[in-house]
């Protein structure tokens, strides 16, 4: 029987030694020259489950997808999608929720079936967090202020130049949302396609001063499109886990916003005639269409 790897998360980094990984290579050289060498500590590293070419190639049935039960060793953080698209998921601190159709929210069960997910281990300590608005926390705080998306991302872009644009970043973005536009994918029949999504999806937009939620996924490097969704691709769920979605543009206040940059990228494909039958191309337009720029 075939059996997946696995990631082992006793490898994962505790706060000190994510605090020791801005310098981990200037100190493994000088301990290569001592007695003492250590090889460095692995990094933090985000798991996919299949392609999103995959997707687009219209391979999302049930044959193709990983039981819910198996991907959660591999992170407690995430997102994702579920058998012939139907709907969105998130996983926030280990509970993966499902973002349906009709707009209800419902926990995912252990033998529910993916087609797609991308998934990390949320850090202790992130390695960028600012705080606007709200009181209390120990991290840099600037007085109340409405951030929109493109504040959102032009701040995460800014902090991150040292960085190079061509890493990972997973994204934790929780406050206010006076105003979110999201998408929850209706699950394709037969007869559809990919291409079907953008007319058959739920479109929600929630004006709501006092919305509490998060927001969370990655922004994933351009050489990336088609293995993944170049670029920023975030789900959202409210506090009290009543709406959520794959998130089109939002308006966020008393914000705390956390990134940290992840250097592993692992790919699993399906074990699958389907997958192994199927023509899967890169179709940037298709890509587009569904997932935007
Ligand atoms: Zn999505």
């Known amino acids: 029987m075939f059996t997946y790897p696995r990631i082992l998360y006793s490898h994962l980094n505790t ?37 999103l070419s995959a997707l687009v190639s219209s391979v999302y049935s049930k ?7 198996a991907l959660r060793s591999f992170g407690n953080f995430g ?13 926030l601190d280990g509970i993966a929720y499902h973002l349906t159709f009709d707009g209800s929210i419902k926990i995912v069960e252990p033998d529910a079936l993916l087609p797609f997910a991308t ?11 600012k705080m606007v608005g709200g009181r209390g926390g120990k991290h840099e705080r600037e007085g109340n202020k409405i951030f929109d998306k493109s504040t959102v991302q032009e701040w995460i872009e800014t902090e991150m130049a040292s960085q190079s644009s061509n890493d990972f970043l997973a ?14 994918a209706k699950a394709v029949t037969p007869e559809q396609s990919w291409r079907d999504v953008p007319s058959t999806q739920r479109v ?16 994933a490097p351009q050489w990336a499109q088609g293995v993944t969704v170049a670029g920023y691709h975030l789900h959202f769920i409210d506090e009290r886990k009543e709406k ?15 990134v940290e940059i992840i250097k592993g ?11 192994e039958n199927a023509e899967i191309k890169f179709n940037l337009e298709d890509i587009l269409s569904v997932e935007g720029k």
């Open 244 to 258: 959520g979605g794959h998130v089109l543009d939002y308006k966020v206040e008393n914000v705390k916003i956390e």
């Open 79 to 91: 997102l994702g999608t579920f058998t012939d698209l139907d709907g969105e998921m998130i996983m």
């Open 63 to 69: 044959s193709v997808g990983r039981r819910m039960s």
């Open 265 to 275: 990228f692992k790919v699993d494909l399906p074990v699958s005639k389907e997958f």
């Open 15 to 51: 706060p000190s030694q994510h605090k020791a990984r801005m310098t981990e290579e200037l100190s493994s050289e000088k301990d290569q020259q001592s007695s003492t060498f250590k090889p460095p500590q692995p990094r933090n590293e985000i798991f996919q489950f299949s392609l």
């Open 204 to 219: 929600e937009e929630v004006q709501s001063p006092g919305l509490q939620g998060t927001m969370l996924g990655f922004r």
């Open 119 to 129: 998934l990390t281990q949320w850090p202790e300590d992130p390695m960028l967090c």
């Open 171 to 184: 994204i934790k973005i929780s406050g206010q949302f006076g105003y979110i536009k999201m998408r929850t």
